[in-house]
């Protein structure tokens, strides 16, 4: 019975004792796996600066391609190192904002298809261009079949300063913001024919009908330096074998002064990206898209088509073109 008194007490000290030092291992751990993400995150970031000033398209290609296979290497040997920790944020990534007028799903899925198909190193790229130090690239083009069929133009800008902010703790929690100092001026496009006359054009201003900046707020593997945006943009006019790109942003340098960065590209115009009618009724799916025919029978016929209201809309496309996503929340 003495022996019983006198375990009773050792055992509940050492059980503290124990339970004391998991506490301080796992927040050691803690520490050292941020530590470790935030040394990757470094090391991408200035390894990224000299791959957005490769002279040409392919070697851009094979140094990104090489910078990615790094990059997720690194984050598996991290998440190996840490296995408990492995989806945890690195410390000055800031949790996913709320999203006001669209479904946060609609963002993950933009992050998710682009970084899954760079971890499983395949590289979608249809052009790139160096501009004011950043790098814009075209990803993909592709047909969205639904009420009002269009196409879903995605592109990447890399390399826009971001700014982190901590507001003064509140109750025992810290409040961490960020804002990317990048605008999309718009996106803009020429038709040609095979003879290398245009036809038509099609010029959108503004942001896209999805922006995501800092992708690794809902992917924690995303790659950081990273803004990525979904337009959503008519049928292209039939008889179209050539598109000319333009894609126009805006960024804040670090004196505050704003600088226009444009790229321009020229591609060949896929069949599938065209529709069997077009018109200046297709303008719908952009506020500020004016579509405008250079012929002057497709002129008058964009006339007549903009006197009068669409049939339908598609209202998942519409609700994805006013989403918000905030900078600062």
Known sequence: ????????????????????????????????????????????????????AAP?????????????????????????????????????VPPPPRVRGGDLRDWRDLAETQVASWREGRLQLVETAAAQGLRLDLLRVGKVASAQ?????????WGAPEETQIDEPEAGKQVQRVSVQLVFKGLSLRFFDAAGKVIARLDGGGEPALRLDMPERLVPDA????????????????????????????????????RLARATWKTKAEPAWSGAAWSGADAAWSDAAKVVAESELEAKAAAAENGAQPAHTDAAAAKARHAVWPLRE
């Open 223 to 258: 790659p950081p330096g990273l803004t990525l945006g979904r337009y959503q943009l008519p049928l292209f006019p039939p008889g179209a074998a050539e598109v000319e790109w333009t894609l126009s942003v805006g960024v804040r340098s670090a004196a505050g002064e704003t």
């Open 1 to 52: 019975m003495r022996l019983f008194k006198f375990a009773l007490p050792i055992l509940f000290a050492a059980g503290l004792l124990l339970l004391g030092a998991r506490a301080f291992t796992d927040q050691a751990d803690s520490a050292a796996h941020k530590l470790a993400l935030e040394h990757a995150r470094s090391q991408f970031v200035q390894r990224a600066a000299v791959v957005r």
């Open 149 to 157: 069929p269009h196409l879903a133009v995605e592109v990447a800008v």
């Open 56 to 92: 040409d398209q392919d070697r851009y290609r094979d140094d990104l391609r090489a910078l990615l296979r790094g990059w997720f290497a690194d984050q598996a040997e991290i998440g190996n190192r840490f296995p408990l920790l492995r989806k945890e944020p690195a410390a000055f």
